[in-house]
């Protein structure tokens, strides 16, 4: 349970967490599963060719992976969280507005994995299969908490769920942008990043607007039932 919600309690769990041999191995292996996982897909053939490059034995690679390439999706998406929150740390969000937040932690995010933008797409092939929907909604999720807690989030409401949906929402389709995108310097996606985020604020906007018509609906549905039921 992450119970700090700055930048900096991430950070410092993060680095809290005991580095056991089974982590050290997994880590060699996800050093260099990417180029592969971008020629094989994110499959047992690039997990083993991963391993054959490493020179781990079979049983140090059981070890750090049970599951084989399955295991790597956490891993990897763990090294991009970290990468993301340390970029986050640099920047000045304070000074920020809250779109503005968003928005800089999901390109950095994206910014992150560009290295590994193949293979971040064959993870994301892999995880489309319905047996696996539970797994890429939890790593989704675990991005986007992270990404509220960074920014400061403290709501702890109906609020905390419906902003990590909509953020997940967001994060999704970016990601399916981004792979398609070849233009320079991925400004496509960034348009559509601020696109996507300008919804959400209007959506937020229009909910603002209906909660007194809401009030007032409850009012006279009271006032109603007082006339109907004496009470």
Same mark, same amino acid.
């Given at each position: 349970? *992450?119970?700090?919600?700055?930048?900096?309690?991430?950070?410092?769990?993060f680095s809290s967490m005991t580095v056991t041999p089974s982590a050290r191995f997994r880590a060699r292996i996800l050093d260099?599963?990417?180029?592969?996982?971008?020629?094989?897909?994110w499959t047992d053939a690039a997990f083993k060719a991963a391993v054959a490059e490493t020179g781990l034995s079979e049983g140090?690679?059981?070890?750090?992976?049970?599951?084989?390439?399955?295991?790597?999706?956490?891993?990897?998406?763990?090294?991009?969280?970290?990468?993301?929150?340390?970029?986050?740390?640099?920047?000045? *969000?304070?000074?920020?507005?809250?779109?503005?937040?968003?928005?800089?932690?999901?390109?950095?995010?994206?910014?992150?994995?560009?290295?590994?933008?193949?293979?971040?797409?064959?993870? +994301?092939?892999?995880?489309?299969?319905?047996?696996?929907?539970?797994?890429? +909604?939890?790593?989704?999720?675990? +991005?986007?908490?992270?990404?509220?807690?960074?920014?400061?989030?403290?709501?702890?409401?109906?609020?905390?769920?419906?902003?990590?949906?909509?953020?997940?929402?967001? *994060?999704?389709? +970016?990601?399916v942008r981004w792979f398609s995108d070849e233009s320079e310097d991925h400004e496509a996606t960034w348009a559509f990043l601020?696109?996507?985020?300008?919804?959400?604020?209007?959506?937020?906007?229009?909910?603002?607007?209906?909660?007194?018509?809401?009030?007032?609906?409850?009012?006279?549905?009271?006032?109603?039932?007082?006339?109907?039921?004496?009470?």
């Amino acid at each position: 349970m *992450l119970e700090r919600v700055d930048g900096g309690g991430l950070q410092a769990y993060f680095s809290s967490m005991t580095v056991t041999p089974s982590a050290r191995f997994r880590a060699r292996i996800l050093d260099v599963f990417p180029a592969h996982a971008a020629e094989q897909g994110w499959t047992d053939a690039a997990f083993k060719a991963a391993v054959a490059e490493t020179g781990l034995s079979e049983g140090e690679a059981a070890l750090a992976c049970p599951r084989g390439a399955v295991d790597l999706f956490d891993a990897f998406a763990e090294r991009a969280d970290r990468a993301m929150l340390d970029r986050l740390d640099e920047l000045d *969000l304070d000074a920020m507005k809250i779109r503005q937040k968003v928005r800089a932690a999901v390109q950095v995010r994206l910014e992150a994995q560009a290295p590994y933008k193949q293979a971040a797409r064959a993870m +994301t092939r892999a995880l489309s299969r319905p047996d696996r929907a539970p797994e890429a +909604t939890r790593l989704l999720w675990r +991005t986007a908490d992270r990404i509220w807690r960074a920014l400061g989030d403290k709501s702890t409401d109906g609020n905390f769920y419906s902003k990590r949906a909509i953020l997940s929402g967001v *994060l999704a389709s +970016t990601y399916v942008r981004w792979f398609s995108d070849e233009s320079e310097d991925h400004e496509a996606t960034w348009a559509f990043l601020d696109a996507r985020i300008e919804n959400v604020m209007q959506f937020e906007k229009f909910k603002a607007q209906l909660k007194p018509v809401g009030e007032a609906a409850q009012s006279a549905l009271g006032i109603a039932a007082r006339f109907r039921y004496g009470r």
